[in-house]
Nanobody, 116 residues
Framework: QLQLVQSGGGLVQPGGSLRLSCVASGAPLDYYSIGWFRQGPGKEREGVSC????????NYTDSVKGRFTISRDNAQNTAYLQMNSLKPEDTAVYYC?????????WGQGTQVTVSS
């Protein structure tokens, strides 16, 4: 099975930036599309961004367009979420997800807190 280990979360001031990483092991990541999800306090989990297995296309939820960038490096079995111009409402636990037609594999989650 695929295992996903996340890093890069933390505390940042409004307007700051963070880059989340999701390192896969156990299978080649290029067999999976990648999604980033988040769950803020008192909120349901929402999709933030996703990218195809080859990186040929990507999409974003409206609230992060122009601020977040999803990418992947299949040679390193790693996916990224670059987060710029962070807002307090971006505060959440962020999860990476690797998907094929049968399975969804999840990272352990990492806390992102945007606060002054």
């Amino acid at each position: 099975q695929l295992q996903l280990v996340q890093s890069g979360g933390g505390l940042v001031q409004p307007g700051g930036s963070l880059r989340l990483s999701c390192v896969a092991s156990g299978a080649p990541l290029d067999y999976y599309s990648i999604g980033w999800f988040r769950q803020g306090p008192g909120k349901e989990r929402e999709g933030v961004s996703c990218i195809s297995s080859t990186g040929g296309w990507a999409n974003y939820t409206d609230s992060v367009k122009g601020r977040f960038t999803i990418s992947r490096d299949n040679a390193q079995n790693t996916a990224y979420l670059q987060m710029n111009s962070l807002k307090p409402e971006d505060t959440a636990v962020y999860y990476c997800n690797a998907r094929n037609y049968l399975y969804n594999y999840w990272g352990q989650g990492t806390q992102v807190t945007v606060s002054s």
